[in-house]
């Protein structure tokens, strides 16, 4: 109760640091998952290896997706509910989105395992490659019940304002990946397998704690008493983390395409862009956490229906998201051939790594983006929430890259993010005024009844 009334009543910017700093903390954290591996891989010299991890991210990252479909609209739905009163329904949301992330990492898993070798040549693997990637991949597949569900129930957790616990669970995992990614790669001598194997028991670790957590909760449960598949309950959830979702898994797709177009200018061009992206994650990671870490309370606070303190929380976030991105895609900018020596120290992939983080040039637009996305999210406007999370992932990103390779080559390449992100963020802009407009002219009960139209 203590974190409601948090919610309901602190001062905006207040809220800010206390709700949305634990939770950059933890998107920094779960940059730190992937950076890891990459990390200790090139301090091995094997510049296959890393290429090999980059592209193999895209398939990780579904899995991803799949547990912020459930995560990310258990926490919308809990914390609307805990907005009206309703702690019991706050508990079913949990419980489905505990057992389906967990079922749904099983059928993943195993049609990966399945399916892997036409998958990674769809993600541009050759034969200097598909080796390593595969050994990565079916690692990783046989972990992904319990990465979901560390990543489906992980998320919702910040439904009740609990970000600092968030953060404290996410610390401990990474800890556990970071400590054991050394030891299997280099001491072990395990390679690529060893940095598998070193991410799947950090997201073990993580389940545990969360389970902990969970016990002592009144307002979660992963009860199979609370578990129900009746529309209002699964539908629900499945609808509110449908945008995140979707963004996330379409994201995965233009990688993929990307990275096949990157293949034709060789690995050295796959492995300079897995570096350099890194950059470009983390100032999204950072500027999103904000957002993720604010969202419950944009969430809570249209359950309760005060839509004065929605606008003051609304241009609070706006503010801090635009200067948290123009500040960071500035220090990365600046200092890019430090960050790209820091994980290879193989002149061709610095020069060409330093070139590819010219995409930050965009990234002031990035935090005005994030907030789009978290308005609409946090409204249970799905519809909007959907497209505008789907236009920087794929359906502007597709195109602009395609576009921008067959006109500029590499080039085209390396700027179809910024392109994109200009015109996406124009798009998120008009939906959510569109939507602000509706939601002042109607009335909170008609809105609630609505709102994943």
């Not at 996305?373 to 236009?391: D, E, H, M, P, W």
Request: hydrophobic residues 55%; positive net charge.
């Amino acid at each position: 109760m203590k974190n409601e009334n948090m919610m309901r009543e602190a001062p905006v910017w207040k809220l800010l640091f206390t709700m949305g700093l634990p939770v950059i903390v933890v998107m920094i954290v779960n940059v730190l998952y992937n950076m890891a591996d990459v990390f200790f891989m090139g301090q091995t010299g094997q510049t296959m290896q890393v290429a090999a991890i980059s592209l193999a991210g895209p398939a990780f990252n579904i899995f991803s997706g799949m547990g912020t479909l459930f995560g990310s609209g258990a926490c919308t739905a809990i914390a609307m509910a805990l907005g009206q009163g309703d702690r019991e329904k706050a508990k079913y949301y949990s419980s489905f989105c505990t057992w389906a992330s967990v079922f749904t990492g099983v059928v993943m898993a195993a049609a990966m395992l399945v399916f892997m070798d036409p998958l990674l040549a769809m993600m541009g693997a050759n034969e200097e490659t598909a080796g390593f990637a595969k050994t990565y991949l079916g690692i990783v597949a046989l972990g992904s019940p319990v990465m979901m569900f560390a990543g489906g129930l992980g998320n919702a957790l910040r439904a009740d304002g609990s970000s600092t616990k968030t953060m404290v669970i996410s610390l401990i995992g990474t800890f556990v990946n970071i400590t054991l990614d050394p030891l299997f790669i280099m001491v072990f001598g395990w390679g690529i397998a060893g940095a598998a194997v070193a991410t799947v028991l950090g997201n073990v670790v993580s389940s545990a704690l969360i389970v902990l957590h969970v016990r002592k909760s009144d307002c979660f449960s992963f009860s199979f008493r609370h578990f129900t598949l009746k529309p209002q309950i699964s539908l629900r959830v499945v609808s509110l983390g449908l945008p995140m979702a979707a963004g996330t898994v379409l994201m995965c797709v233009s990688s993929m395409f990307g990275n096949r177009l990157l293949v034709k200018y060789g690995n050295i061009a796959v492995a300079a862009n897995g570096v350099a992206g890194k950059a470009g994650m983390l100032v999204g990671i950072i500027v999103m956490g904000v957002c993720m870490g604010m969202q419950p309370v944009i969430s809570y606070t249209f359950g309760v229906g005060n839509q004065k303190r929605m606008r003051r929380v609304v241009l609070a976030m706006g503010v801090s998201t635009t200067i948290l991105s123009t500040v960071l895609g500035a220090v990365f900018l600046l200092g890019r051939e430090f960050f790209v020596q820091a994980f290879l120290d193989d002149p061709q992939v610095l020069e060409t790594g330093k070139f590819m983080m010219l995409s930050l040039l965009a990234a002031p637009v990035g935090g005005v983006y994030q907030l789009c996305s978290a308005y609409l999210q946090g409204t249970g406007k799905v519809s909007y929430a959907t497209i505008t999370s789907l236009l920087s992932k794929g359906i502007v990103y597709i195109p602009v890259i395609f576009l921008g390779e067959a006109m500029f080559g590499l080039p085209g390449l390396v700027f179809a993010g910024a392109v994109t992100d200009l015109i996406s963020t124009a798009i998120g802009v008009a939906l959510c005024r569109a939507w602000a407009k509706e939601v002042s002219g109607q009335k909170r009960g008609e809105i609630l009844v609505g709102e994943a139209a």
